[in-house]
């Protein structure tokens, strides 16, 4: 049995949609016994929505960077979360920037916290928080920070890395990802892995700085798209998610 994890937002989900040809490539591979994977720094409920428009049924979810795992039925396999104290201090230094506010994934659901002047970046969800409100948050698998500035968000995440060490911050496009230490897309494959006794072959794909670790452990693919760092490091680029499955 194979497996193949595919990366979201730009990769198999691009211009607002997902490709009539990349959803029949899909079904292919799982006809034949394999196993498909998502892997994203979104939450649950911002997934969802596409699988049910797309009739999508991955059989299992690498959630928030690998921070959260759901089988293909959305059973919680795997979590880890930032630790308490740690989060509140990132949100903190989030909030002393000014500007977009913060957004945060908790083991089920999410809010945002409103900067000074009630602004935030961040898409609806289920609720809002002024910063005076953060103690009550707890399970955080995620902090997310947005602005259309590539290079503002590569340099908080480093920023991130280098002040706080019980976290990782991810550079994704406009957003920074935040996740505990350690947590990440290729950690999470290898779990699934084990979880389900090991493959044949593992396949993975994806864009972005977040996928990097992803695609040099398992020398993963990306598209044409794909990010410098990402083409530098992967073992070959393809035009598609589908053309990558159809490669024996």
């Known amino acids: 049995m194979k497996c193949a994890v595919s990366d979201f937002d730009r990769t198999l989900y691009i211009g607002g949609s997902i490709s009539p040809r990349n959803l029949n490539a899909i079904d292919t591979w799982q006809a034949a016994g394999n196993r498909f994977v998502i892997a994203t720094g979104r939450n649950e409920s911002s997934v969802r929505v596409f699988l049910e428009k797309y009739s999508l049924r991955p059989d299992a979810l690498i959630l928030n960077n690998g921070a959260l795992i759901l089988d293909g039925k959305g059973k919680e396999l795997f979590c880890r979360t930032i630790d308490d104290q740690t989060a509140r201090e990132v949100l903190q230094y989030l909030h002393g920037l000014g500007g977009e506010g913060s957004g945060v994934s908790m083991r089920s659901g999410k809010v945002n916290v409103l900067s000074d002047s009630g602004a935030t970046t961040?898409?609806?969800?289920?609720?809002?928080?002024?910063?005076?409100?953060?103690?009550?948050?707890?399970?955080?698998?995620?902090?997310?920070?947005?602005?259309?500035?590539?290079?503002?968000?590569?340099?908080?995440?480093?920023?991130?890395?280098?002040?706080?060490?019980?976290?990782?911050?991810?550079?994704?496009?406009?957003?920074?990802?935040?996740v505990a230490k350690g947590v990440n897309k290729s950690a999470a494959v290898a779990w699934i892995s084990r979880y389900w006794g090991g493959f044949d072959e593992i396949k993975v794909i994806g864009d972005s700085s977040n996928d990097l670790e992803m695609i040099k452990d398992y020398g993963g693919a990306t598209l044409r798209s794909g990010d410098g760092e990402i083409q530098a490091a992967a073992a070959m680029i393809v035009e598609d998610v589908a053309e990558y499955l159809s490669m024996q």
């Open 122 to 178: 961040q898409k609806p969800c289920d609720g809002q928080l002024s910063i005076d409100q953060i103690h009550c948050l707890k399970e955080i698998v995620q902090i997310h920070r947005r602005r259309q500035d590539v290079q503002w968000i590569r340099t908080l995440c480093a920023r991130l890395n280098a002040r706080f060490l019980l976290i990782s911050a991810y550079a994704n496009v406009w957003n920074g990802d935040i």
